[in-house]
């Protein structure tokens, strides 16, 4: 082979270099296969890992006031005022959207026969153009299937057991790894070399305060979320003499305001279809509060609160939550941000040793 029209070269492949080539190729389908087949067991343990680091500097805290310092007991202190705090609100908020959603279902006849007999512009508009006629076929067929729900309950009931055991999987998971989390770190910390291991351990340190503060910051913004809702929820009682349950759909803002990007819209989604069973006057205008609500809160309130938390800039913040939604989804929006932190700081310390190795070698000799 001639290169550059220079003097013939040969290019020798030997035996052992296509043998390592194609173990290679073996080992990264295989590879890929285990991770595709496991693909649902690796989400519940980095949703278990996320939470038990979330839970603890709670754990920490509690564990340090017990007379015993038993971080057992810490743990199982914890989760029983979490899941306390969960079963309440779903008290609080699911038997009356049950209700609310049945009584809307099987009111549309009504509703459509009043609209049907006003004497409005669009009630003569749909007369004229034989809308009626769709509407008293609507309203039919959803009273008929009102009464088959039934159904679509049993052929779902798999999807339930199925999610309640994940949802089981999470909650022990996680309360393994708070216990066994800082006897991990103690056996990485002793497997690394002398001179590194104070340094490796800094680094540990920081990067476990990115996910403690991320997670931080998102409650706040949630918090703060819910609080306006209430507010514009109880003003829009007030004017459209409604009776929603201000309390139970703010804490659903709240709750969905703690996935960052499309927990707010999901949320806002599901609190505006709670208020038009009530007052359609209060569905458009919590639907416009939320829309208002959601620009100002993604452009100034998450990035500026998650940029401080992290130490990220606004934009590196917005530009990270927007790749981790759409490469991964509900988790990959959850985990962009803190996986950002994470990587400013290892390239802190990559980028600090080679500053610091380029001196030693520059520094002029005496």
Not at 47 to 57: C, K, Q, T, V
Not at 139 to 144: E, I, K, M, R, W
Not at 174 to 202: H, N
Request: glycine share 6%; net charge positive.
């Amino acid at each position: 082979m001639k290169i550059f029209g220079g003097a013939e070269k040969t290019i020798s492949i030997t035996s052992e270099t296509i043998a390592k080539t194609i173990a290679l190729t073996v080992a990264t389908v295989f590879l890929l296969n285990f991770f595709g087949a496991v693909d649902h067991q690796l989400k519940l343990i980095f949703i278990s890992a996320f939470l038990a680091m979330a839970l603890n500097p709670a754990v920490t805290w509690i564990t340090v006031r017990l007379k015993s310092k038993s971080r057992v007991r810490a743990t199982g202190f914890a989760y029983i005022v979490v899941l306390s705090v969960l079963i309440g609100f779903l008290m609080l908020v699911v038997p009356p959207l049950i209700t609310q959603t049945s009584d809307f279902v099987r009111d549309i006849p009504r509703t459509l026969d009043n609209f049907k007999n006003q004497d409005s512009a669009v009630s003569n508009l749909a007369r004229r153009y034989n809308i009626d006629e769709q509407l008293d076929k609507i309203g039919a067929d959803l009273s008929n299937r009102t009464g088959e729900l039934a159904n679509p309950v049993l052929s779902t009931a798999g999807r339930a057991v199925a999610t309640l055991v994940s949802i089981i999987t999470i909650l022990v998971l996680t309360f393994m790894m708070l216990i066994e989390g800082p006897l991990w770190f103690e056996r990485f910390l002793a497997f690394q070399p002398g001179s590194k291991r104070e340094q490796r351990k800094r680094t540990a340190q920081r990067m476990y305060k990115v996910v403690t503060g991320y997670v931080n910051g998102q409650v706040l913004i949630a918090a703060i979320a819910a609080a306006f809702a209430l507010v514009t929820l109880l003003i829009g009682n007030t004017i459209f003499d409604a009776s929603v349950n201000a309390v139970a759909l703010a804490g659903i803002t709240f709750i969905f305001g703690l996935i960052p990007l499309i927990g707010n819209i999901i949320g806002s989604a599901v609190v505006v279809l709670m208020c038009l069973f009530a007052s359609s006057g209060l569905a458009i205008m919590m639907a416009i509060y939320y829309l208002v609500y959601q620009q100002i809160e993604n452009v100034t309130l998450q990035p500026y609160i998650q940029s401080r938390s992290n130490q990220l800039t606004p934009l590196t913040v917005f530009a990270a939550a927007l790749l981790g939604a759409g490469f991964g989804g509900l988790l990959g929006a959850l985990a962009a941000i803190p996986v950002a932190g994470c990587l400013r700081i290892l390239l802190e310390e990559l980028l600090g040793k080679k500053m610091l190795s380029r001196e030693t070698i520059e520094k002029p000799k005496v």
